[in-house]
């Protein structure tokens, strides 16, 4: 059985990804699909910027389903939109945030958050709660890089990450370490052989590669999501938005 996986990465920016960038993760049985919003904000790192990528996040899972997606994957750490998808659809919409923290409270008994910048830290205690995972919460650090400049010196980024990444471990006693941007794809292996030389070995949850292979794994084992905790909302007047199926 083949998994056609379907990754929304809920900005306008396409310099921040593409297909490209996660065409690695295909195999002879598991496609995987991008689409970027049309209308939205250029990066999300506030509730401001996730309350913009909402209404085009939404229609994009409603359009994947219709064009064949077994499966739906956000593109954010903030996993804006996560619950609206879910009702909309029939498949399995996963958000990397909620699969990263459920995986890394698996492999260690803690794990801290390596993100962008300070000001995310409000949203994702929030999810934390959410998510009920605060006993396994040990802290949040920031490499102070905007999301819309990760890419401009990866070998800085790398090296601001290492940092972080001993203080989380030697300082706040984080046993697992989550990659709080999923902009930060592809940096593990080199954050990994730094790590060692200081002789540090814990897991390092690149959200992005986790959350396409749960999704998949979900798939394959005939799971989704419950229409008890995530019903189908009825058909009312909408105005100002086009959402198939939902409005009349």
């Given amino acids: 059985m083949k998994t056609i996986v379907q990754l929304i990465t809920p ?29 939205g904000p250029a990066s999300i790192e506030s509730e401001f910027d996730e309350a913009l990528s909402l209404p085009d ?19 954010c750490m903030g996993d804006p939109g996560l619950d609206a998808c879910r ?18 409270s698996s492999l260690a008994h803690s794990f801290a958050f390596v993100t962008v910048l300070e000001r995310i830290r409000p949203l994702i205690h929030c999810l934390v709660a959410k998510y009920g995972l605060e006993k396994s919460y ?28 001993i203080k989380a471990v030697q300082v706040d006693g984080a046993e697992a370490i989550i990659f709080g941007c999923t902009g930060f794809l592809g940096c593990v292996d080199a954050l990994r052989a730094g790590l060692h030389k200081h002789g540090i070995d814990v897991p390092i949850i690149d959200p992005i ?5 749960m999704a998949d794994c979900l798939v394959k084992s005939g799971l989704c999501h419950s229409k008890l905790t995530y019903p189908t909302p009825g058909q009312k007047k909408i105005v100002g938005y086009d959402m198939p199926g939902f409005s009349i």
């Avoid at 900005?11 to 970027?36: A, G, W, Y």
């Avoid at 996963?94 to 699969?99: A, D, H, K, R, S």
Wanted: proline share 5%; net charge negative; hydrophobic share 45%.
């Fill in 11 to 39: 900005i306008i920016t396409k310099e921040l990804r593409q297909l490209d960038d996660v065409i690695e993760l295909e195999r002879p049985d598991l496609e995987v699909r991008h689409s970027l919003l049309d209308a």
């Fill in 138 to 165: 040990k802290s949040f650090r920031a490499v102070d890089i905007p999301v819309l400049e990760i890419h401009a010196n990866i070998s800085k980024l790398t090296d601001a990450l290492e940092q972080e990444v």
């Fill in 87 to 104: 009702e909309v659809v029939s498949i399995p919409v996963l958000g990397p945030c909620q699969t990263s923290m459920h995986l890394a």
């Fill in 209 to 213: 590669p986790v959350t396409v292979h």
């Fill in 57 to 75: 996040t939404i229609k994009k899972a409603i359009e994947a389903e219709k064009n064949g997606a077994n499966a739906i994957v956000i593109d």
